[in-house]
């Protein structure tokens, strides 16, 4: 191939995009002046300084392999590396069967609003059952003030890990609940999206690969656009991730990271048992993967598989928190690290914010001390167990998914329902749900299903009728609309 010039590509304006739009795209191969590197490179070089400029817009799709190594006249293995190298820098994504598309940075953020409309039935937001905690937050309060040397304590300057007696607080009442986890290895953080937060930030470039289940927590799937990560989804079945998918996905992606959430998976329930859990560990280990342990859910049930990080603490990487059951208000989290990764991460967190403040995790600890947090997940336990017996009857013979001591559950939508005809009827009914495209890692396809989060109505009548007004609309056909 002839260098030393500029070659203009354009795409004809009858090509569209997924989304309909017509796209019209011209790539400048300026970098094709220099020779100096191999052809891939300066190709991907040419295009990073197309989308730096702004000249490739957002979400537009670049064209095929093959179209552009026509245009260019070098080989298809050039194109695809070309496309590879600047996924890798994390200015594009490939999204399967689709394409590959300049990544839209703008859409990174994933806005949560809590303004539950208390005339609709709630059954989006995955949040515990409320209740009246004001009294044990009185009680938490006043005896950390109560004494000046503490309170005066708790204000000044600490570790980045936190308080050395609050680690060994939350160490000691987390292995009442069966989890083996050391004081020295413990880091608080602002709950447990902050805890994956610092772990991706401290670890990981842009460009990465990031394994995750094939369903995922969607914020995981914001933190990761943000960080410009590339999610490669691993298959499930009803125990969570496939040793043989993980093997595959780590051969190809080269992965340093799996996050996942192997007790009471977001959205689908799904729990892993111990000897899968093993299997998993086992590929990672074989392939130098940390799991990222993502164990926010499992302080809900009272009986649950040993822990991922029971069973390799230096290659799991345990994050949790308090907010499932206690409050997520307190916004008190901790991640639990392997040797190789504890100093970076404590570092981590001191550029981003020098310490938890230790007046949360004090009064967390309080919370500990004083019984309360055995005491809240006690009852949360019991509210969700009359919950779920509404959901398993009501919703009997709809192939819903649910789990003991869970509070959501995924919902199939049946064939005659389209998933967005099912989300506006629901909507038109006054219930909010999510749907299942929060969940898919960008690109992939999306399942007909939705989550139901049942903790989220204030009172069991709320929730029994919205849950009969899905069992009606589940078996309503729709009448199907088309045009031409
Ligand atoms: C799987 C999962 N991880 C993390 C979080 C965030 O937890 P936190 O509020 O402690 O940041 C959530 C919240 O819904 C979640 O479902």
Same mark, same amino acid.
């Given at each position: 191939m002839s260098c030393n010039y500029q070659t203009l590509w354009t795409l004809t304006p009858d090509q569209k995009d997924v989304k309909g739009f017509i796209v019209t795209m011209t790539?400048?191969?300026?970098?094709?002046?220099?020779?100096?590197?191999p052809l891939y490179r300066q190709i991907a070089d040419a295009l990073a300084e197309q989308i730096n400029?702004?000249?490739?817009?957002?979400?537009?799709?670049?064209?095929?392999?093959? *179209?552009l190594?026509?245009?260019?006249?070098?080989?298809v293995g050039t194109i695809t590396r070309a496309y590879g190298e600047v996924e890798r820098r994390g200015l594009v994504e490939a999204r399967v069967g689709a394409g590959t598309y300049v990544r839209d940075h703008r859409k990174a953020n994933w806005v949560f609003s809590n303004d539950l409309d208390n005339s609709q039935c709630e059954l989006?937001?995955?949040?515990?059952?409320?209740?009246?905690? &004001?009294?044990?937050?009185?009680?938490?309060?006043?005896?950390?003030?109560?004494?000046? =040397?503490?309170?005066?304590?708790?204000?000044?300057?600490?570790?980045?890990a936190g308080i050395a007696e609050h680690r060994e607080t939350m160490v000691g009442w987390l292995s009442t609940l069966g989890l083996k986890l050391s004081s020295d290895r413990l880091l608080f953080t602002s709950g447990a999206q902050n805890a994956t937060q610092l772990v991706l930030s401290a670890f990981s470039r842009a460009g990465d690969n990031l394994l995750v289940e094939n369903l995922t927590y969607p914020g995981l799937i914001s933190l990761a656009r943000q960080q410009q990560l590339t999610l490669k989804p691993v298959a499930m079945d009803d125990q969570g991730l496939l040793p043989e998918a993980l093997d595959n996905a780590c051969r190809q992606y080269q992965p340093r990271f799996l996050y996942s959430m192997p007790t009471l998976q977001n959205p689908t329930t799904a729990v892993m048992g111990l000897q899968r859990r093993q299997e998993i560990l086992d590929v990672c280990r074989q392939h130098n993967v940390y799991l990222i342990e993502d164990d926010v859910n499992g302080l809900l049930p009272e009986h649950r598989p040993e822990a991922m990080v029971n069973l390799d603490q230096e290659h799991v990487i345990y994050v949790g928190a308090l907010s499932k059951f206690l409050a997520p208000g307190? =916004?008190?989290g901790y991640v639990h690290a392997p040797e190789a990764l504890y100093k970076q991460l404590m570092s981590t967190i001191q550029n981003q914010c020098w310490m938890v403040s230790p007046l949360l995790t004090g009064l967390a600890c309080q919370l500990i001390e004083q019984g309360s947090a055995d005491q809240t997940l006690h009852y949360i336990r019991q509210d969700i167990r009359q919950r779920r017996q509404l959901v398993c009857s009501l919703l009997a013979d709809t192939g819903i998914q649910t789990a003991e001591d869970c509070f959501h559950a995924w919902l199939p939508v049946p064939e005659a329902w389209s998933l967005s005809d099912f989300l506006a009827a629901l909507k038109t009914e006054g219930i909010a749900v999510k749907s299942a495209e929060l969940?898919?890692?960008?690109?992939?396809?999306?399942?007909?299903?939705? *989550?139901? &989060?049942?903790?989220?109505?204030?009172?069991?009548?709320?929730?029994?009728?919205?849950?009969?007004?899905?069992?009606?609309?589940?078996?309503?056909?729709?009448?199907?609309?088309? &045009?031409?």
């Amino acid at each position: 191939m002839s260098c030393n010039y500029q070659t203009l590509w354009t795409l004809t304006p009858d090509q569209k995009d997924v989304k309909g739009f017509i796209v019209t795209m011209t790539i400048a191969i300026n970098a094709l002046k220099t020779e100096k590197g191999p052809l891939y490179r300066q190709i991907a070089d040419a295009l990073a300084e197309q989308i730096n400029a702004g000249l490739l817009l957002p979400g537009s799709k670049l064209p095929t392999h093959r *179209r552009l190594a026509d245009q260019l006249h070098v080989t298809v293995g050039t194109i695809t590396r070309a496309y590879g190298e600047v996924e890798r820098r994390g200015l594009v994504e490939a999204r399967v069967g689709a394409g590959t598309y300049v990544r839209d940075h703008r859409k990174a953020n994933w806005v949560f609003s809590n303004d539950l409309d208390n005339s609709q039935c709630e059954l989006g937001f995955n949040i515990p059952p409320s209740f009246d905690r &004001s009294q044990m937050m009185q009680q938490a309060m006043s005896a950390l003030t109560e004494d000046p =040397r503490q309170i005066n304590h708790l204000l000044l300057y600490h570790s980045a890990a936190g308080i050395a007696e609050h680690r060994e607080t939350m160490v000691g009442w987390l292995s009442t609940l069966g989890l083996k986890l050391s004081s020295d290895r413990l880091l608080f953080t602002s709950g447990a999206q902050n805890a994956t937060q610092l772990v991706l930030s401290a670890f990981s470039r842009a460009g990465d690969n990031l394994l995750v289940e094939n369903l995922t927590y969607p914020g995981l799937i914001s933190l990761a656009r943000q960080q410009q990560l590339t999610l490669k989804p691993v298959a499930m079945d009803d125990q969570g991730l496939l040793p043989e998918a993980l093997d595959n996905a780590c051969r190809q992606y080269q992965p340093r990271f799996l996050y996942s959430m192997p007790t009471l998976q977001n959205p689908t329930t799904a729990v892993m048992g111990l000897q899968r859990r093993q299997e998993i560990l086992d590929v990672c280990r074989q392939h130098n993967v940390y799991l990222i342990e993502d164990d926010v859910n499992g302080l809900l049930p009272e009986h649950r598989p040993e822990a991922m990080v029971n069973l390799d603490q230096e290659h799991v990487i345990y994050v949790g928190a308090l907010s499932k059951f206690l409050a997520p208000g307190l =916004r008190v989290g901790y991640v639990h690290a392997p040797e190789a990764l504890y100093k970076q991460l404590m570092s981590t967190i001191q550029n981003q914010c020098w310490m938890v403040s230790p007046l949360l995790t004090g009064l967390a600890c309080q919370l500990i001390e004083q019984g309360s947090a055995d005491q809240t997940l006690h009852y949360i336990r019991q509210d969700i167990r009359q919950r779920r017996q509404l959901v398993c009857s009501l919703l009997a013979d709809t192939g819903i998914q649910t789990a003991e001591d869970c509070f959501h559950a995924w919902l199939p939508v049946p064939e005659a329902w389209s998933l967005s005809d099912f989300l506006a009827a629901l909507k038109t009914e006054g219930i909010a749900v999510k749907s299942a495209e929060l969940f898919v890692p960008p690109g992939y396809a999306i399942p007909p299903a939705v *989550r139901l &989060s049942f903790s989220a109505p204030d009172n069991l009548d709320t929730l029994t009728s919205g849950l009969k007004t899905i069992k009606s609309l589940l078996a309503t056909q729709p009448v199907a609309e088309f &045009s031409l």
